[in-house]
């Protein structure tokens, strides 16, 4: 009903310029999401190599640590939604983003209906780090660089603004 959309939509307000920053390695990635212009901030850090994800929050000021195991991190219900789940991939539609070329890639669920998922992925990108929300079951046939969530009554989208070849490993 209409409670759960107005809620839904101040959700979605809320995430207006949210900035997530991804580093990753072969082995590890750190994701920093920072909401709210700077009122939530998150730090999930994985370690596929050791089966670790440590997930840090400051919810203005409230900080939490969430531990648990990488490889348990996806519940069996993301599983089985993620198995109903439908990936269509349109290498003619194509996109630049950062300076990466990128083909088009759909998602849809018999479970959401009317909810779907538009992402321009690129090939080029590879990286373990699980960057759309409420997907992470998922495995794509390259990375994100934009996605948009949404329906007809509202949507999110989440484009990359720069891509840098290097990381600092520490």
């Known amino acids: 009903g209409s409670v759960s959309y107005t809620h839904l939509a101040s959700a979605l307000e809320m995430m207006k310029g949210s900035i997530f920053e991804i580093y990753f390695t072969e082995k590890e990635n750190l994701t920093l999401v920072n909401m709210m212009g700077g ?3 998150m730090k999930i850090h994985v370690n596929d190599a050791d089966n670790v994800m440590n997930m840090y929050m400051d919810m203005m000021g409230q900080k939490y640590l969430v531990e648990s195991k990488a490889n348990e991190s996806i519940t069996a219900e993301q599983k089985e939604a993620a198995s109903k ?6 290498k003619n539609d194509t996109k630049e983003i950062a300076g990466y070329k990128c083909y088009k890639m759909k998602i ?3 479970d959401m209906q009317g909810m779907t998922v538009n992402a321009y992925i690129t090939e080029e990108v590879r990286s373990n780090a699980k960057i759309i929300k409420g997907y992470e079951a998922l495995s794509y046939a390259g990375f994100p660089l934009e996605y948009k969530i949404g329906n007809d009554a509202f949507s999110m989208t989440t484009t990359t603004k720069s891509i840098e070849n ?3 490993a520490s």
Request: a negative charge.
């Open 108 to 110: 849809t669920s018999p």
């Open 166 to 168: 290097k990381v600092d």
């Open 85 to 90: 789940m439908k990936i269509e991939y349109d």
């Open 39 to 41: 009122l939530m901030e």
